[in-house]
């Protein structure tokens, strides 16, 4: 089955610039898409078709892709920006989706 | 506004059924494909299944086929979640979300609006 690697945490002071990785095979063929959870709530998008921002995604939330891995940048980080941080695409056949295990960004 | 809200969930035994609901307001329904994402406690997302537009394509994960059932009214601008033979690994919050899906190159399928979700546990 097909898997997305995260790195379980990453931390980072305030102010800060946190890069997020995301690894699996198909990204180098398939978009890669960020979602934001903050705790008991549903999550966000805040990056679509590997660097797209959604109406409302503050700008400091970016995001890139070299081969197989892409990264989500979150230039000056605020404490507000302390959540869940999930990766997602699509299999090679397209058929069906999967999450990377999620990275917790931790605003020190 | 564009609201996706679930319904249905609870307390089952194991090997027990549950359908879940999520109603869809302030969008075109049957314009988009939609899904079913859960979180079981502590842990991260996982994908559950997709249902196309017409209901034509429908696609589960490995770990629920043959177990759960998508469908879809769009007269009734309905989601639903029929689980059948529930475990205890399917304890988990349940989440419908609507997918932006491209079906040409280049792909796409992501999902930009979720419900709250619904708290299903599995347990005797």
């Known amino acids: 089955s097909y898997e997305l690697t995260q790195p379980p945490s990453v931390s980072v002071s305030p102010g800060q610039t946190a890069r997020i990785t995301c690894s699996g095979d198909?990204?180098?063929?398939?978009?890669a898409y960020w979602y934001q959870q903050k705790p008991g709530q549903a999550p966000v998008l805040v990056i679509y078709n590997d660097n797209e921002r959604p109406s409302g995604i503050p700008e400091r939330f970016s995001g890139s892709s070299s081969g197989t891995t892409v990264t989500l940048t979150v230039s000056g980080v605020q404490a507000e920006d302390e959540a869940d941080y999930y990766c997602?695409?699509?299999?090679?056949?397209?058929?069906?989706?999967?999450f990377g295990g999620g990275t917790k960004l931790t605003v020190l | 506004d564009v609201q996706l809200v679930e319904s249905g969930g609870g307390l089952v035994k194991p090997g027990g059924s549950l359908r879940l609901s999520c109603a869809a307001s302030g969008f075109t329904f049957s314009n988009y494909y939609m899904n079913w994402v859960r979180q079981a406690p502590g842990k991260g997302l996982e994908w559950v299944s997709s249902i196309s537009i017409t209901s034509s394509y429908i696609y589960y994960a490995d770990s629920v086929k043959g177990r759960f059932a998508i469908s879809r009214d769009n007269a009734k601008t309905s989601l639903y979640l029929q689980m059948n033979s529930l475990r205890a690994e399917d304890t988990a919050v349940y989440y419908c979300a609507r997918a932006l899906v491209g079906t040409a190159y280049p792909y796409y399928h992501y999902m930009d609006v979720w419900g709250k979700g619904i708290t299903v546990t599995v347990s005797s």
């Open positions: 198909a990204l180098s063929k398939r978009f």
């Open positions: 997602q695409s699509t299999d090679s056949s397209g058929s069906y989706q999967v």
